[in-house]
Each structure stands twice: as structure tokens, then as C-alpha cells.
């Protein structure tokens, strides 16, 4: 047997540097929920949100996970809450995003997904590494927004646009934004 035909297992090295992703979809006006749920029905965001979270940590505020009402199945779920009685079965609950952030690298996570609320998206933004942005192309009523995003930030590395289906109320896009570095 020659060497060259050797070939030798090494897992792959876990990533020293924590990706924080933000996940959202957002209609044209800034709207991002109505009275504690989602202000529109978008089928394929849902799947799209799904295949993005899949097999990663996802956080959420209290109020998000209380407006899902369950963990999501295949995920590691995470709720920030400064509630230190608030409990739920197939969770872990943490007082602030800077020691859940420090507890997911020593876990060796590759990426975090920050999936809301809105006051969980604006503490991120500040040091988030990648925006996964459905664009929900409509002007929705709502009473949740989501931050502005500073172009001079972000650069776009992806767009696919989706006429609305028979399940869907609204055309679509998903957009990739990634941060950019300043060397």
C-alpha cells in the first residue's frame, strides 16, 4: 500500500471565533410583529428559517419564546430574560446576551442565531457578524420595528426574490448581509 493512498481522519478544527448571526424577516416599512406574533404569512420564510437555524444554537427574549410557545425541535434553544424565576421545559434561560455569548463559545459553536425580539436584534447589531433578512416586500401594520441597519456596515452577498405563493401573503426575498471589516 503506498502512502499517497493513506488516508488519515482529523476532524475538522472548531472555529476560535464565535459567528453571531441575526435571522429576520422585515416588511418595507420596518415591521417586524403585531400584537406579540408575526404580521403576515410567508410559507417560505418559514422553511427558509428553518433550514438557516437548523442543527445551531438560536436566542431569543422571553417574549419571542412566549410567542412560539415551545423550543423549536433540532435546535439548542436559549431565552435572555432578567426574570431569574422564568423557567421552561427544553430550554436554557440567561440574564444577559455577553454571558450566553461566553457560555456558547466555550461550548464550540460555529454560529449563533439571534432570531428576536426586537430588543435582543438591537444589542446585537452592534457586534453581529452576519444578517439573514427576509424581505417582506409589502408596508405592514405593526408595533414591533426593527433597527435601522447603517449601509456604510453591511454589504450585500446574496438577494433571491419570491413571488408570493398560495401560501404566502406577500412577495419575498432573502438577502445575505454580511459585516464589513475595516483592515
Known sequence: MDIASIH?????LRSEVLRISLI?????????GRDG???WKVSGDLKYFKDVTLGKPIVMGRKTYESIGRPLPG???????????????????????????????????AELMIIGGAALYAEALDFANKIYLTEIHADIAGDVSFPT??????????????????????????VILERITIS
Open 8 to 12: 488519515i481522519f482529523r476532524p475538522p
Open 37 to 39: 406574533s408575526l404580521p
Open 149 to 174: 441597519i447603517s449601509s456604510s456596515n453591511w454589504q450585500e452577498i446574496s438577494r433571491e426574490w419570491h413571488a408570493a405563493g398560495e401560501r404566502d401573503d406577500h412577495d419575498h426575498s432573502f
Open 75 to 109: 435546535r439548542c434553544n436559549f431565552v435572555i430574560s432578567r426574570n431569574p424565576e422564568f423557567s421552561a421545559e427544553g430550554i436554557e434561560v440567561f440574564a444577559s446576551l455577553k454571558c450566553l455569548i461566553s457560555c456558547i463559545k466555550q461550548r464550540g459553536a
Open 24 to 32: 429576520v424577516a422585515v416588511s418595507e416599512n420596518g415591521i417586524i
